[in-house]
């Protein structure tokens, strides 16, 4: 039987040039942890000449909540039989979580740059209890951002 898995989208999110910015959270709650398989992100510029931005997948400890935007994107169920997924979300941050760590990070394009990144079995991206799992940009650019996050509850 698969396991349970969820997808969570930002929808657009807009950067401001040169600043770090939190676009999308998975937060563990208190009775299970994650595991991210996979994650999107793209951006939406139109200048061949932009310089890269800069894209981490980041743990968090969530010893500082950050302040995310309005109301929570809903996760959609993927696969497994019916559970909820029983995390927090949050997108659009304009005050950082704590305290992030980046776990892997890439230069990506945002003239119009495309990543998709699904981890092997067995190696995925694992958070404990009451802690998150995010994606932070810091784009030279102005450009709009969005991503992506695909979990399993563990």
């Known amino acids: 039987m698969a396991s349970t898995g969820y997808t969570v989208n930002s929808g657009s999110v807009a950067m401001a ?8 959270n998975v937060i563990a709650p208190a009775s ?32 500082g909540a950050g302040t995310p935007a309005g109301s929570p994107p809903t996760p959609v169920q993927g696969r497994g039989q019916t559970i ?8 659009n941050y304009s005050a950082e979580p704590t305290a992030l760590v980046a776990a892997y990070d890439w230069w990506l394009d945002p003239n119009k740059g495309l990543f998709d990144r699904l981890w092997p079995q067995g190696r995925e991206l694992e958070q404990g209890v009451s802690k998150g799992i995010c994606v932070r940009v810091n784009a030279p650019a102005i450009v709009n951002a969005r991503a992506s996050l695909e979990w399993e509850r563990i």
């Open 17 to 24: 040039a040169g600043t770090a910015k939190t676009i999308l």
């Open 32 to 63: 299970f942890g994650i595991v991210v398989v996979g994650f999107e992100i793209s951006f939406d510029g139109v200048t061949a000449s932009a310089v890269p931005a800069l894209v981490e997948v980041c743990q968090s400890s969530q010893a």
């Open 84 to 91: 909820a997924h029983g995390c927090t979300i949050g997108h």
